[in-house]
């Protein structure tokens, strides 16, 4: 007889084990690129779908053949650059020392925060700093069903002098899904985990079920840990409140930046979605969070080298 596997679920490698605070997800470091551009983009989830494609990798034991490939697709809407931040180094670290916010902001962002009455200062009046960021928000499809725009502050590639330009360029204006990523990169998916509320330890660590003689519970665990010391572990299984986290996926292959959202809708939409109405990624694999949920792509921080650069050609998309 096999022996049994059972993985304990509620990996102990998180902790504390709490709610996101932030959606969408709050990015803690960037990647660096020497690429002058974004360094991300928001999409929405917006369900899932079986691709064939034509397999390139060059030691795979299916080169050349047709194989079957579960693919995530995710709404991509532009996203409009609200402002810039600028950023200065103190002895504590990075310190924000101005913010820019463009002429003519989009009404929708009133939802979100309050618009300001006056006008801001304009670029050219930050004369000293060291890093800048830009300041997007989303526009939340038409299927989502949300009215409230995602804010992100969004790292740039290049050097600082680079960095600086670009921001100007982009200020007040819209950014598509095409100029950040491209068929065959590796994004990195940071997203938020579906929430399950409070369970109990059974379902949320997958602890075994006591017999039926079992003393006072069956679906508890059997002691809270030693007399000495006299304390109760972190380790210990305990009930609580289940998903909701903040998880990022590596390296989750782009396998199409589409543009004609027929491609990729069924006849009736997407279950508990809708119909996708704005250019699309097709990513390889599932990535975290339910349908309709904002979820961030940013350039892989460490990218699969011995994958070939190229995506492998698509033969169909089966809905």
Not at 69 to 80: D, G, K, N, Q, S
Not at 145 to 155: F, H, R, T
Not at 190 to 219: C, M, W
């Amino acid at each position: 007889m096999g022996r049994k596997h059972h993985p304990r679920r509620g990996s102990l490698q998180f902790w504390p084990r709490k709610r996101a605070r932030h959606n969408p997800a709050r990015i803690r470091s960037w990647a660096s690129s020497s690429a002058v551009k974004p360094l991300g983009f928001i999409g929405y989830k917006a369900g899932m779908a079986h691709t064939i494609v034509r397999d390139n990798g060059p030691r795979s034991l299916t080169k050349g053949e047709s194989i079957s490939l579960a693919t995530t697709i995710i709404e991509c809407p532009p996203l409009f650059v609200m402002g810039l931040a600028f950023y200065t180094l103190s002895p504590f670290g990075w310190r924000k020392s101005a913010t820019v916010l463009a002429e003519k902001l989009p009404p929708h962002l009133s939802r979100k925060i309050p618009l300001p009455k006056k006008k801001s200062k304009s670029v050219d009046e930050v004369k000293e700093f060291g890093d800048v960021r830009l300041l997007v928000s989303s526009t939340p499809p038409e299927a989502t069903g949300a009215k409230k725009p995602k804010l992100l502050e969004m790292a740039l590639g290049g050097s600082l002098e680079q960095k600086s330009a670009a921001a100007k360029a982009l200020l007040g204006k819209e950014l598509s899904i095409g100029d950040v990523f491209g068929e065959g990169n590796f994004v990195d998916a940071h997203g938020i985990t579906k929430g399950k509320g409070f369970q109990g330890t059974v379902k949320r660590y997958g602890i075994p079920v006591r017999q039926h003689k079992a003393e006072k519970t069956k679906r508890g665990i059997g002691t809270l840990g030693p007399w000495h010391p006299n304390r109760v572990r972190f380790s210990v299984a305990q009930s609580g409140k289940m998903g909701y986290h903040l998880r990022t996926e590596y390296n989750k292959r782009i396998l199409k930046v589409g543009k004609d959202s027929k491609e990729v809708n069924p006849k009736c939409g997407f279950l508990q979605y809708g119909l996708v109405r704005h250019p699309y990624l097709l990513l390889k694999g599932s990535i975290v969070g339910s349908r309709n949920r904002a979820v961030v792509l940013t350039p892989a921080r460490r990218p699969d080298t011995r994958s070939p650069k190229e995506a492998p050609e698509i033969i169909t998309l089966v809905n």
